[in-house]
């Protein structure tokens, strides 16, 4: 998505800031050369036969060529090797960005439906979770999640394999997938809960308010994926500040996905100026073309000033399952880092 140019200034504080990711897919996350490798490593003959012809299959057009890519995606993971290596460059292509943390949604049903098991799923990305914090100090955690119209069989497969093979390093569990009512997912939430997993569910992409309701009500949500349709309910909105819940906002694959017709018209800065507590990140970075830093300054080109970047940046480390040390640490980097940039951030402590 193209964007007006940010000066120089802007650029220079974007790249500066320290940043988390909290709304971010493991699959999705995908470059067109690691999905190459992976093809050419298990004979997947369906896919282009030369990396510059599967880069061009590989860019975005529409959505339902967005859902073709990603199922392929998927469906050449196939052992714990496959699995380490994505993850391994999903990580530095975060740390290229300043990502500190962040959060990833993993399609785990989409795995465990093709007959993956968890433990190969979890070992695989476990690997590379280990080797990147101590090669580049970047810490991944993890949010399996199920597909909410596949139904409520699919759900509990998931949250059984999570609390049966689930390492340490997963901090939620999630639905995704086309938008359907929540409320039959209830128990299986409350089971993740139990385990003392974040209820991390999207919710208000396409669905409308209601969906986010339900989120809140019937799975106890902690954090809303996308719910920019709270925006056509007052009432909800009043809610989401009143209990400071957050709301993890992609604006790019927003666009692309259709939930916005053009960037301009992205409700983001009203939901700011509404007192809501966003984030910011990029869903299926490769898939949409996208990264945090182009996400940082396609915002700032609605009309943000610095210190909303500055905000953003601050309410991911606050709406984040880091340590409060490590969030404490963090936000005083923040603060170091816009008042060298001449940015007023007060209360980032």
Request: glycine share 8%.
């Amino acid at each position: 998505m193209d964007t007006n140019p940010t000066p120089a200034a802007v650029d220079a504080l974007i790249e500066d800031l320290p940043k988390v990711e909290l709304h971010v897919h493991l699959e999705g996350s995908m470059p067109a050369d690691t999905l190459f490798a992976l093809a050419r490593k298990h004979g997947l003959t369906q896919l282009p036969d030369t990396l510059e012809a599967l880069q061009e299959w590989y860019a975005f057009t529409d959505f339902p060529h967005f859902v073709e890519v990603y199922l392929e995606s998927v469906g050449a993971l196939r052992d714990e090797e496959d699995f380490a290596l994505l993850a391994s460059v999903v990580a530095r292509r975060l740390v290229a960005h300043n990502v500190r943390y962040a959060e990833l949604h993993v399609s785990l049903y989409g795995h465990l439906m093709r007959g993956v098991p968890a433990r190969v799923v979890f070992d695989g990305i476990e690997h590379a979770r280990v080797a990147a914090e101590r090669e580049h100090g970047i810490q991944l955690r993890w949010v399996p999640d199920f597909p909410a119209d596949f139904g409520l069989e699919s759900a509990q497969e998931t949250v059984e394999a999570v609390l049966r093979d689930g390492p340490h390093s997963v901090v939620g569990f999630g639905v995704g997938g086309v938008e359907t009512p929540l409320e039959q997912y209830a128990g299986v939430f409350g089971r993740a809960r139990a385990a003392g997993l974040a209820s991390l569910p999207h919710a208000g992409e396409h669905g409308g308010p209601e969906r986010v309701r339900e989120a809140l009500d019937a799975l106890r949500a902690e954090r809303v994926g996308h719910g920019i349709d709270s925006m056509r309910d007052p009432e909800l909105v009043a809610r989401l500040v009143d209990e400071q819940v957050p709301v993890d906002v992609s604006p790019t694959s927003n666009v692309c996905t259709r939930a916005v017709g053009e960037i301009g018209d992205h409700p983001l800065p009203s939901m700011l100026d509404a007192g809501l507590l966003v984030t910011l990140n990029t869903d299926d970075p490769t898939m949409f073309g996208t990264d945090l830093t182009r996400e940082y300054r396609a915002v700032y080109d609605l009309g943000l000033f610095p210190a909303d970047l500055v905000r953003l940046a601050a309410n991911g480390v606050r709406a984040s399952y880091l340590g409060a040390a490590r969030r404490h640490a963090l936000l005083e980097e923040i603060g170091a880092v816009a008042e060298r940039h001449g940015v007023a951030a007060p209360g980032l402590q």
